[in-house]
């Protein structure tokens, strides 16, 4: 009525023609939609089919209807006419197909991208966990399925899919309340007509329920009058998707000026009134709101502004803002036949308007295309479509001081550090969030698996970033490396003074009683010891790895060698002091150099197989220990690094019995028994240094040796040759041939 009456006073629009309307309520049911139609296309008050029995009907197309269901039952008829149809809501897809519905168009978006936006919307504010209601109708339960596709392609899971109708039994519409009430859910889009969730919501609001989040369908009407009070307060901070909705400039003004004086033909201004003002019209009573004694009469001149504002629904004006573009399409559409050239001579239009046809009505309708007051553009594609623009109406019933979004998930989110974990039996959107690995980080919240640091890298605290991990050696920087590399040269220049004092008393008899060219050996190598632990100490090269352990191992080799070349001199030395022993034509260099050479010779090979063949290497292990690079030599085939010791363990324990058997040698031969002493410790030493090297990693390991090497070589030297520098520097008068052969011995 509004739209027809701007028009009409339009001097642009349509100048000099009179737009006029006829309601026809088809009450939302198919049968009575239908037999209005015929009606409309025969004429009079009588159905015939095919048969037009009104002379002056002047059909320029149809509005309406409402439903989807009932616009279909309109459109197979009209569009065996070529009739136009225009629906204000419509939104099934099917209608967009113009093989069965040829004249059938709509201002209202159709339904087929409506499921996409409202996964998008959830996806938006990340709601992953939602149940869905959906009315029993093709439509609802299409896009229901739709939605349900989109959120698990988005990585959400839907609670629950229920259907709902107002005539199911009450005990299946208590079922669905309690799934509502069960779930944990908080978000819940509902796919339904108002009329269908009310039963619902009602059973719902007898129970305390925490706050959900509807999100519905433009199929839902907003209509607080519908619910109750309580079941309406549960709507609160809901969402709807409607059809995209403009200013209808003077409309809310026209609205409070529609009354039966103005349009005395207005039965639908009649109704409104007397439910409206709870008054009765004269003569009539047709709402049948007041009875008996209480009746009020109505006048006319009530004053509509008094009214609350919602009585007219203007929180939601798009089924009739889309009312107000379908007229306005006609018009430009009637407007362009009468004032426009004919289209591709396919036909021509007679220049008096009440001689236009319907078919031609809808001919150039396709191609109408207006811009509004609002300044949107109007027009309608090849289904008859207008583009699918929805608006988001957020209903607020009571203010709402949270301004936090809403959370709907089955879980909560996994922070960074952690990666989902799926409950067994659950949905994927349920799950339990556990520490990633170890060596593993996840940097990105709700991961479902966590990412490996490079071979350098290490997770930090929090497992959401990797740092370069600390790089670990024996360092002559650190307290330990450098207490041992001290130690080690400070029992070095030991040696050499050891040496030293050899050297200037050469010819005393204390020297010359045990092959002195031994004992220099003997110091000459314990030196070496020494110093070969400092290629133990600092970064590992490819040269210090390669030659260390070979070249310790020979060295003590040598060094345990001449300590049983020694022990051998003395029991031969005091053999052959009986003229018959055999032995006597042993005496002499022959033999300990016999012994030396071969014992060293057989190291010798060993360590040469090694280095030829699997030499030691550095390399970076980052497998020991969590968090650290552990720059250490890989010795390569460890069975030969083992073989090394094994036989340097067999000469010491071979030296050991050797010196044990003679250690009851007369004084003057007594030098067994401190090489027995010296023995026992180095044999001791290297079986410990065996479980302790194998039970500890990186730079102790390498530490544990170091002092394995200093402490069994250190045995050697104070055992044997401590005593005999005590003797030649502090007690010189038992440096005599007399005093070792024991002829200066008073006996008493």
Same mark, same amino acid.
Request: glycine share 4%; with cysteine; proline share 5%.
């Given at each position: 009525?509004?739209?027809?009456?701007?028009?009409?006073?339009?001097?642009h629009?349509?100048?000099?023609?009179t737009?006029?309307?006829?309601?026809?309520?088809?009450?939302?049911?198919?049968?009575?939609?239908?037999?209005d139609?015929? !009606?409309?296309?025969s004429?009079?008050?009588?159905?015939?089919?095919n *048969?037009?029995?009104?002379?002056?009907?002047?059909?320029? =197309?149809?509005?309406?209807?409402?439903?989807?269901?009932v616009?279909?039952?309109?459109?197979?008829?009209?569009?065996?006419?070529?009739?136009?149809?225009?629906?204000?809501?419509?939104?099934?897809?099917?209608?967009?197909?113009?093989?069965q519905?040829?004249?059938?168009?709509?201002?209202?978006?159709?339904?087929?991208l409506?499921?996409?936006?409202?996964?998008?919307?959830? *996806?938006?504010?990340?709601?992953?966990?939602?149940?869905?209601?959906?009315?029993?109708?093709?439509?609802?339960?299409?896009? %229901?399925?739709?939605?349900?596709q989109h959120?698990?392609?988005?990585?959400?899971?839907?609670?629950?899919?229920?259907?709902?109708?107002?005539?199911?039994?009450?005990?299946?519409?208590?079922?669905?309340?309690?799934?509502?009430? @069960?779930?944990?859910?908080?978000? /819940?889009v509902?796919?339904?007509?108002?009329?269908?969730?009310?039963p619902?919501?009602?059973?719902?609001s007898?129970?305390?329920?925490t706050?959900?989040?509807?999100?519905?369908?433009?199929?839902?009407?907003?209509?607080?009058?519908?619910?109750?009070?309580?079941?309406?307060?549960?709507?609160?901070?809901?969402?709807?998707?409607?059809g995209?909705?403009?200013?209808?400039?003077?409309?809310?003004?026209?609205?409070?000026?529609?009354?039966?004086?103005?349009?005395?033909?207005?039965t639908?201004?009649?109704?409104?009134?007397?439910?409206?003002?709870?008054?009765?019209?004269?003569?009539?009573?047709?709402?049948?709101?007041?009875?008996?004694k209480?009746?009020?009469?109505?006048?006319?001149?009530e004053?509509? &502004?008094?009214l609350?504002?919602?009585?007219?629904?203007?929180?939601?004006?798009s089924?009739?803002?889309?009312a107000?573009?379908?007229?306005?399409?006609?018009?430009?559409? +009637?407007?362009n036949?009468?004032?426009?050239?004919?289209?591709e001579?396919?036909?021509?239009?007679?220049?008096? /308007?009440?001689?236009?046809?319907?078919?031609?009505?809808?001919?150039?309708?396709?191609?109408?295309?207006?811009?509004?007051?609002?300044?949107?553009?109007?027009?309608?594609?090849?289904?008859?479509?207008?583009p699918?623009?929805?608006?988001? !109406?957020?209903?607020?019933i009571?203010?709402?001081?949270?301004?936090?979004?809403p959370?709907?998930?089955c %879980?909560?989110?996994?922070?960074?550090?952690?990666?989902?974990?799926?409950r067994? =039996?659950?949905?994927?959107?349920?799950?339990?969030?556990?520490?990633?690995?170890?060596?593993?980080?996840?940097?990105?919240t709700?991961?479902?698996?966590?990412?490996?640091?490079?071979?350098?890298?290490?997770?930090?605290?929090?497992?959401d970033?990797?740092?370069?991990?600390?790089?670990?050696?024996?360092?002559?920087?650190?307290?330990?490396?450098?207490?041992?590399?001290?130690?080690a040269?400070?029992?070095?220049?030991?040696?050499i003074?050891?040496?030293?004092?050899?050297?200037?008393? @050469?010819?005393?008899p204390?020297?010359?009683?045990?092959?002195?060219?031994l004992?220099?050996?003997?110091?000459g190598n314990?030196? +070496?010891?020494?110093?070969?632990?400092?290629?133990?100490?600092?970064?590992?090269?490819?040269?210090?790895?390669?030659?260390?352990?070979?070249?310790?191992?020979?060295?003590?080799?040598?060094s345990v060698?001449c300590?049983?070349?020694?022990?051998?001199?003395?029991?031969?030395?005091?053999?052959?002091?009986?003229?018959?022993?055999? $032995?006597?034509k042993?005496?002499?260099?022959?033999?300990?150099?016999l012994?030396?050479?071969?014992?060293?010779?057989?190291? $010798?090979?060993?360590?040469?197989?090694?280095?030829?063949?699997?030499p030691?290497?550095p390399?970076?292990?980052?497998?020991?220990?969590?968090?650290?690079i552990?720059?250490?030599?890989?010795?390569? !085939?460890? /069975?030969?690094?083992?073989?090394?010791?094994?036989?340097m363990?067999?000469?010491?324990?071979?030296?050991f019995?050797?010196?044990?058997?003679?250690?009851?040698?007369?004084?003057?031969?007594?030098?067994?028994?401190?090489?027995?002493f010296?023995?026992?410790?180095?044999?001791?030493?290297?079986?410990?240094?065996?479980?302790?090297?194998?039970?500890?990693q990186? &730079? *102790?390991m390498?530490?544990v040796?170091?002092f394995? /090497?200093?402490?069994?070589?250190?045995?050697?030297?104070?055992?044997?040759?401590?005593?005999?520098?005590?003797?030649?520097?502090?007690?010189?008068?038992?440096?005599?041939?007399?005093? !070792?052969? =024991?002829?200066?011995?008073?006996?008493?």
């Amino acid at each position: 009525m509004f739209t027809i009456e701007e028009i009409n006073q339009n001097q642009h629009l349509l100048p000099n023609h009179t737009l006029g309307f006829r309601f026809m309520d088809s009450c939302l049911s198919e049968v009575v939609a239908l037999q209005d139609t015929l !009606l409309l296309l025969s004429g009079g008050n009588r159905t015939v089919p095919n *048969y037009k029995c009104e002379t002056q009907l002047i059909l320029a =197309g149809i509005i309406g209807e409402l439903y989807s269901s009932v616009s279909e039952v309109m459109a197979r008829i009209l569009g065996v006419y070529r009739i136009p149809q225009i629906s204000i809501s419509a939104q099934h897809p099917m209608l967009s197909d113009k093989h069965q519905f040829p004249s059938f168009l709509r201002t209202f978006p159709a339904a087929t991208l409506l499921p996409q936006a409202i996964a998008k919307l959830l *996806y938006h504010f990340n709601w992953t966990w939602v149940g869905i209601l959906f009315s029993n109708t093709d439509l609802s339960s299409l896009q %229901s399925q739709k939605i349900r596709q989109h959120m698990v392609e988005n990585g959400g899971c839907v609670a629950f899919l229920e259907k709902i109708d107002d005539r199911y039994p009450n005990d299946r519409l208590v079922k669905v309340a309690e799934v509502i009430l @069960q779930s944990s859910a908080t978000v /819940i889009v509902c796919l339904c007509y108002e009329m269908h969730l009310k039963p619902i919501l009602e059973l719902v609001s007898f129970r305390e329920i925490t706050a959900k989040v509807w999100v519905f369908s433009s199929s839902f009407t907003i209509n607080p009058h519908m619910f109750t009070r309580e079941s309406w307060r549960l709507l609160n901070g809901s969402l709807v998707f409607i059809g995209s909705t403009n200013d209808i400039p003077h409309f809310t003004n026209f609205l409070y000026h529609v009354w039966s004086f103005t349009y005395p033909w207005g039965t639908f201004s009649k109704l409104f009134w007397e439910k409206a003002f709870g008054c009765q019209w004269e003569v009539q009573n047709l709402t049948h709101v007041v009875t008996g004694k209480d009746i009020i009469p109505c006048t006319g001149e009530e004053d509509l &502004k008094a009214l609350d504002p919602a009585i007219f629904q203007l929180n939601d004006l798009s089924t009739t803002y889309h009312a107000y573009l379908a007229v306005y399409a006609y018009a430009h559409a +009637l407007h362009n036949m009468i004032s426009v050239e004919p289209m591709e001579d396919n036909f021509e239009i007679d220049t008096n /308007i009440h001689n236009i046809k319907p078919w031609q009505v809808l001919q150039y309708l396709w191609d109408v295309r207006f811009t509004t007051e609002s300044k949107e553009e109007v027009y309608f594609d090849l289904n008859g479509d207008v583009p699918a623009v929805f608006d988001i !109406l957020n209903i607020q019933i009571y203010p709402d001081d949270s301004s936090q979004t809403p959370r709907s998930d089955c %879980s909560e989110s996994c922070f960074v550090g952690y990666r989902k974990s799926s409950r067994m =039996g659950y949905s994927t959107c349920c799950f339990d969030c556990v520490p990633c690995s170890t060596g593993e980080i996840a940097n990105e919240t709700d991961t479902t698996e966590c990412w490996k640091c490079p071979e350098d890298q290490w997770p930090n605290e929090s497992r959401d970033k990797c740092l370069p991990k600390v790089i670990e050696f024996l360092s002559y920087q650190e307290p330990l490396g450098a207490a041992l590399a001290t130690i080690a040269v400070i029992l070095s220049l030991t040696s050499i003074l050891s040496l030293i004092i050899f050297y200037l008393f @050469q010819d005393t008899p204390i020297v010359r009683a045990n092959n002195r060219g031994l004992s220099y050996l003997l110091l000459g190598n314990l030196t +070496l010891c020494f110093l070969c632990s400092l290629t133990f100490v600092g970064f590992p090269t490819k040269l210090t790895c390669m030659i260390r352990q070979p070249a310790f191992g020979f060295i003590f080799t040598v060094s345990v060698s001449c300590i049983l070349a020694k022990t051998v001199t003395v029991i031969i030395a005091f053999k052959a002091v009986n003229p018959h022993n055999q $032995l006597r034509k042993w005496v002499g260099p022959k033999i300990p150099n016999l012994i030396l050479i071969f014992c060293s010779f057989i190291q $010798l090979l060993i360590c040469t197989i090694w280095i030829a063949s699997h030499p030691s290497f550095p390399e970076n292990n980052t497998r020991t220990e969590s968090g650290k690079i552990i720059i250490e030599c890989n010795e390569g !085939l460890t /069975i030969l690094f083992y073989c090394m010791l094994g036989y340097m363990g067999f000469l010491a324990i071979i030296s050991f019995i050797v010196a044990f058997l003679a250690r009851r040698l007369p004084d003057s031969f007594n030098e067994a028994k401190f090489i027995t002493f010296s023995m026992l410790v180095f044999v001791s030493v290297w079986l410990s240094f065996i479980p302790a090297y194998l039970s500890t990693q990186g &730079k *102790y390991m390498v530490a544990v040796e170091i002092f394995t /090497i200093l402490s069994s070589g250190a045995g050697l030297l104070f055992l044997i040759f401590l005593p005999k520098c005590y003797i030649i520097l502090l007690q010189p008068e038992m440096n005599t041939k007399e005093y !070792l052969t =024991g002829k200066n011995t008073t006996h008493k």
